[in-house]
């Protein structure tokens, strides 16, 4: 459940100030399995909790591996084949499941939340199904709510998961902003439960996994063995433990899914192939949603949309105690990666590993991403306040800098290098933050759209400076 926390500036600023812009602008990543393997291997090393990795390219398997460890205690090293929580990619299959039972006539995206789950109060607003996909409900998320992390090492029900936020105030009015939101695919689960007449557990397996072929997939019990299953580690300083206390079974239909790297290709084969929904139902689900004021959310039911460089990305991400998650398609280039870790804290960032493979399969370096008509950097030049704070708010001031013809973005006490990916776009390296400028009729820059990697609209930085 990465996104288990919601995305907020003070995390923008922790980022921005923490990673280590380190490494050449240049690096070159070279169209092959052993470019692949190297990247993997620095960051995953030996004696450290791994990941199991897939890398699939018009059909064919590029790369399968696992690296790392699989168990630190027996020094037992990473199948390819272990059985690892998808954390928050669970989300991608409770979306289908909705789709699945809207084609059958069995419910409607346009149903009220209190037709299905009468007993969790909205205030006497309507929330649609929709609105609980694309995390646009405006319901509070459990794991933002106080005391949450006191009981998260308990068997807890789906309804008692809900009483965190049952009667909160909603954040927002339906439909007028984004927040992403465990609760809401909480809320789906016992959606999926009362119109198909099934647990969400055996919903999925007969409807999603069989289906998929997907043979080594599991809602966990809490009751049962899974033969593979690994498992997961947190650190505290340079140690290494097992990851306690968080019973996984209270993600449920937001983020309890175990899987494997081969099931999730089965899985992104099965979907491509229309066996599970409709191509144009699969379409609306994995297109970005808009907000009244203009703003992509980058998010469509359970999938991230995104940008690398030129190419579009369908993704997501999780995590939750001892593990994480990543998986990332790229229709154009028919590229498809999976990660699953079992640690939350890999030393790389799972999205930065996985934009690298993609690289890498693509073939690209940064010269040849970088085919565009170029400005002079120093119209970037100044500072620029986000939207809704007062000038004098310092931690709201972001400050573009030049230095040796290469520009830098200060936020909070963070300095990050800027490369150049279109004539007014930037990303950070890694690909961590996106920066769009605006400009103006007359050419002028106004504002800055920022966009840090994971769902929601885009951060407004008006320009405050004299041009």
């Not at 004021?293 to 999780?318: M, S």
């Given at each position: 459940?990465?996104?288990?926390?919601?995305r907020?500036?003070?995390?923008?600023?922790?980022a921005?100030?923490?990673l280590?812009?380190?490494?050449?602008?240049?690096?070159e990543?070279?169209?092959?399995?052993?470019?692949m393997?190297?990247?993997?291997?620095a960051?995953?090393?030996?004696?450290?909790?791994?990941?199991?990795?897939?890398?699939?390219?018009?059909?064919t398997?590029?790369?399968?591996?696992?690296?790392?460890?699989?168990?630190?205690?027996?020094?037992?090293?990473?199948?390819p084949?272990?059985?690892?929580?998808i954390c928050s990619?669970?989300?991608?299959?409770t979306?289908?499941a909705?789709?699945?039972l809207?084609?059958?006539?069995?419910?409607?995206?346009?149903?009220?939340?209190?037709?299905?789950?009468?007993?969790?109060?909205?205030?006497?607003?309507?929330?649609?199904?929709?609105q609980?996909?694309?995390?646009?409900?405006?319901?509070?998320?459990?794991?933002?709510?106080?005391?949450?992390?006191?009981?998260w090492?308990?068997?807890?029900?789906?309804?008692?998961?809900?009483?965190?936020?049952?009667?909160?105030?909603?954040?927002?009015?339906?439909?007028?902003?984004?927040?992403?939101?465990?609760t809401?695919?909480?809320?789906?689960?016992?959606?999926i439960?009362?119109?198909?007449?099934?647990?969400?557990?055996?919903?999925?397996?007969?409807?999603?996994?069989?289906?998929?072929?997907?043979?080594?997939?599991?809602?966990?019990d809490g009751?049962?063995?899974?033969?593979?299953?690994?498992?997961?580690?947190?650190?505290?300083?340079?140690?290494?433990?097992?990851?306690?206390?968080?019973?996984?079974?209270?993600?449920?239909s937001?983020?309890?899914?175990?899987?494997?790297?081969?099931?999730?290709?089965?899985w992104?084969?099965?979907?491509?192939a229309?066996?599970l929904?409709?191509?144009?139902?699969?379409?609306s689900?994995?297109?970005?949603?808009h907000?009244?004021?203009?703003?992509?959310?980058?998010?469509?039911?359970?999938?991230?949309i995104?940008?690398?460089?030129?190419?579009?990305?369908?993704?997501?991400?999780?995590?939750m105690?001892?593990?994480?998650?990543?998986?990332?398609?790229?229709?154009?280039?028919?590229?498809?990666?999976?990660?699953l870790?079992?640690?939350y804290?890999?030393?790389?960032p799972?999205h930065?590993?996985a934009?690298?493979?993609?690289?890498?399969?693509?073939?690209?370096?940064?010269?040849?991403?970088?085919?565009?008509?170029?400005?002079?950097?120093e119209?970037?030049?100044?500072?620029?306040?986000?939207?809704?704070y007062?000038?004098?708010?310092?931690n709201?001031?972001?400050?573009?800098t030049?230095?040796s013809?290469?520009?830098?973005?200060?936020?909070?006490?963070?300095r990050?290098?800027?490369?150049?990916i279109a004539?007014?776009?930037?990303t950070?390296?890694?690909?961590?933050?996106?920066?769009?400028?605006v400009r103006?009729n007359?050419?002028?820059?106004?504002?800055?759209?920022?966009?840090?990697?994971?769902?929601?609209p885009?951060?407004?930085?008006q320009?405050?400076?004299?041009?």
């Amino acid at each position: 459940m990465n996104r288990l926390w919601s995305r907020a500036l003070p995390l923008l600023l922790s980022a921005l100030s923490a990673l280590n812009p380190a490494g050449a602008a240049g690096e070159e990543f070279k169209d092959s399995a052993a470019e692949m393997n190297r990247v993997l291997a620095a960051a995953f090393p030996t004696n450290a909790p791994g990941a199991a990795v897939l890398v699939v390219q018009n059909g064919t398997v590029k790369l399968r591996k696992g690296y790392g460890l699989a168990n630190l205690e027996s020094g037992t090293p990473m199948d390819p084949a272990a059985v690892l929580p998808i954390c928050s990619i669970t989300k991608q299959f409770t979306a289908v499941a909705i789709l699945q039972l809207a084609e059958a006539g069995k419910l409607k995206l346009t149903d009220d939340l209190a037709k299905w789950v009468p007993d969790y109060p909205t205030g006497g607003a309507k929330v649609t199904l929709t609105q609980l996909l694309s995390h646009t409900s405006g319901i509070p998320n459990i794991q933002d709510q106080a005391g949450w992390q006191k009981v998260w090492d308990r068997e807890l029900t789906p309804n008692q998961m809900l009483d965190f936020t049952r009667n909160k105030p909603l954040d927002f009015a339906p439909g007028s902003n984004f927040e992403y939101s465990n609760t809401g695919f909480t809320l789906l689960g016992l959606v999926i439960e009362k119109a198909s007449g099934q647990s969400y557990a055996d919903y999925i397996r007969s409807h999603i996994f069989a289906p998929a072929a997907m043979a080594h997939s599991y809602y966990p019990d809490g009751q049962h063995t899974i033969a593979g299953r690994v498992p997961g580690y947190s650190r505290t300083g340079k140690i290494w433990e097992i990851a306690r206390g968080f019973k996984i079974t209270q993600a449920y239909s937001a983020g309890a899914l175990l899987s494997t790297v081969d099931d999730m290709w089965a899985w992104e084969k099965a979907l491509e192939a229309g066996r599970l929904v409709s191509p144009s139902l699969l379409r609306s689900a994995q297109a970005e949603g808009h907000l009244p004021d203009g703003r992509a959310t980058h998010y469509g039911y359970g999938w991230e949309i995104n940008k690398l460089g030129r190419h579009d990305v369908i993704e997501h991400a999780g995590g939750m105690p001892g593990y994480s998650a990543y998986e990332a398609h790229v229709p154009d280039s028919d590229i498809y990666v999976v990660i699953l870790a079992n640690t939350y804290s890999p030393s790389v960032p799972l999205h930065t590993l996985a934009a690298n493979l993609i690289r890498t399969a693509l073939g690209e370096t940064v010269a040849a991403r970088a085919a565009f008509a170029s400005t002079p950097i120093e119209e970037f030049v100044g500072k620029y306040q986000m939207d809704g704070y007062a000038i004098t708010d310092g931690n709201r001031m972001l400050e573009v800098t030049a230095q040796s013809n290469r520009l830098f973005a200060h936020l909070g006490t963070g300095r990050r290098p800027l490369t150049r990916i279109a004539t007014d776009e930037f990303t950070t390296r890694g690909d961590e933050f996106h920066f769009t400028f605006v400009r103006d009729n007359d050419r002028h820059i106004q504002k800055v759209l920022l966009r840090p990697d994971g769902p929601g609209p885009d951060l407004v930085w008006q320009r405050i400076d004299a041009r």
